[in-house]
């Protein structure tokens, strides 16, 4: 199989990069649950889940963080 470069990758038609990014996305997904987290990212997501166990109501919803991001110039 030819390898690709980023060059080459530049080239292509805006709709055909979209689609290598969906056939790449898709390989990574169909093997996602090889990934494995690090002792340090077990612990920082147990502890966000228990902060959020004990004040559910203190996050934002991702609808209201979105639009305050694009508002943001």
Same mark, same amino acid.
């Given at each position: 199989? *030819? *390898? #690709?470069?980023?060059?080459?990758? #530049?080239? !292509?038609? $805006? =709709?055909?990069? $979209?689609? !290598?990014?969906?056939d790449i996305w898709d390989t990574i997904a169909a093997e996602a649950q090889s990934i494995e987290l690090t002792a340090e990212e077990k612990i920082i997501i147990d502890e966000r889940l228990e902060a959020y166990h *004990?004040? =559910? %109501? !203190? %996050?934002s919803p991702w609808e209201d963080v979105y639009k305050r991001i694009l508002s943001k110039p």
């Open positions: 199989m *030819k *390898k #690709i470069t980023a060059a080459d990758a #530049i080239s !292509l038609s $805006i =709709p055909e990069r $979209i689609q !290598l990014v969906e *004990k004040n =559910p %109501g !203190l %996050g």
